[in-house]
């Protein structure tokens, strides 16, 4: 599966914006998608996730202001970001865990990540 995000830039606090990520494949099984982010000297962490489920999780530092979404139509996940804080500041990727089909099963459990993009928010 590949990936290609888009929608990083520079806002200012209080701001607001939205990450979209584009996934190709043929005969796999999307199982989840997520966005981490990586802040310089900070280890990636999970911002939210989605599994084909519907289950959706958070980070802490999150709730209330990001929204994750998934268009199955145009195999599009997004990542819509509000009241943005300088903290926010970090190269979001976006991730996708999948299994490979095979008639009428799926096989294994893989992932392929975006190339990351910057979000900047200013004080």
């Known amino acids: 599966v590949q990936l290609q995000a888009s929608g990083g830039g520079l806002v200012q606090a209080g701001g607001s914006l939205t990450l979209s990520c584009t996934y190709s494949?043929?005969?796999?099984?999307?199982?989840?998608i997520g966005w981490y982010r990586q802040a310089p000297g900070i280890q990636r962490e999970l911002v939210a996730s989605?599994?084909?489920?519907?289950?959706?999780n958070y980070a802490d530092s999150v709730k209330g202001r990001f929204t994750i979404s998934r268009d199955n139509a145009k195999n599009t996940a997004s990542l819509q970001m509000n009241s943005l804080k300088p903290e926010d500041t970090a190269v979001y990727y976006c991730?996708?865990?999948?299994?490979?089909?095979?008639?009428?099963?799926?096989?294994?459990?893989?992932?392929?990540w975006g190339q990351g993009t910057l979000v900047t928010v200013s004080s």
């Open positions: 991730n996708v865990k999948y299994s490979i089909r095979k008639g009428w099963d799926a096989y294994g459990n893989y992932e392929s």
């Open positions: 989605r599994s084909s489920g519907g289950d959706i």
């Open positions: 494949g043929s005969n796999v099984r999307i199982n989840a």
